[in-house]
């Protein structure tokens, strides 16, 4: 059973850091492009960023370039995404989503079950 | 990037009933759409995708159809668990984008 696991979501002052953190199990962790995929309370879903399997290409979405970055370690099944200077719309749960496949474009698989960032001073 | 637009918003339907959503995209994305479905407090999950392929376990009552910029999901004979909020969702190119959302409650 595919399993994402999302971690590192808390309160944080405007201006501040976040890593958030994704373990992964019940399938081959590094043969899979993984997202990363926000929603806002209340509102719709929003993609954040893109990694393939081998960690080779990588995408952002315009809202987060240049303040966030996703990274992976294969040998650890782990997804990560870095979060600097954060805003108060950056506020949302945070999903750890499987691709399919291991490039990139592919629909969205599993969903780990989120975690929240709240930004607010 | 591309726009999603889903219709209706909200769709009101008697549990027994079937239902069709709708996904206009604003330009074509072949056939790189897909649906998710999401309960209130979970996470989304994947039910169609290609447009049309069901995912593993979802049952036959769930269908997708359309190519090109206009697609839609039908729900045959709505069981109580089915009541959530739906999305679309195109992967033809950066930035994916979703729909906002069609919410299916109980009339």
């Known amino acids: 059973e595919v399993q994402l696991s999302e971690s590192g979501g808390a309160l944080v002052q405007p201006g501040g850091s976040l890593r958030l953190s994704c373990v992964a199990s019940g399938f081959t962790f590094g043969n899979s492009a993984m997202t990363w995929v926000r929603q806002a309370p209340g509102k719709g879903l929003e993609w954040v960023s893109d990694i393939s399997a081998t960690g080779n290409s990588i995408y952002y979405a315009d809202s987060v370039k240049g303040r966030f970055t996703i990274s992976r370690d294969n040998s650890k099944n782990t997804l990560h995404l870095q979060m600097n200077s954060l805003r108060a719309e950056d506020t949302a749960v945070y999903y750890c989503?499987?691709?399919?496949?291991?490039?990139?474009?592919?629909?969205?698989?599993?969903w780990g079950q989120g975690t929240l960032v709240t930004v607010s001073s | 990037e591309i726009v999603m637009t889903q219709s209706p918003a909200t769709l009101s339907v008697s549990p027994g009933e079937g239902a069709t959503l709708s996904c206009r995209t604003s330009q074509s994305v072949g056939s790189n759409l897909a649906w998710y479905q999401q309960r209130p407090g979970q996470a989304p999950r994947l039910l169609i995708s290609t447009a049309s392929v069901r995912a593993d376990g979802l049952p036959a009552r769930f269908s997708g159809s359309g190519s090109g910029t206009e697609f839609a999901l039908t729900i045959s004979s709505l069981q109580s668990e089915d009541f959530a909020v739906y999305f679309c969702q195109q992967y033809q190119e950066w930035p994916y984008t979703f729909g906002q959302g069609t919410k299916l409650e109980i009339k």
């Open positions: 989503v499987k691709q399919f496949g291991g490039v990139s474009l592919q629909h969205f698989e599993h």
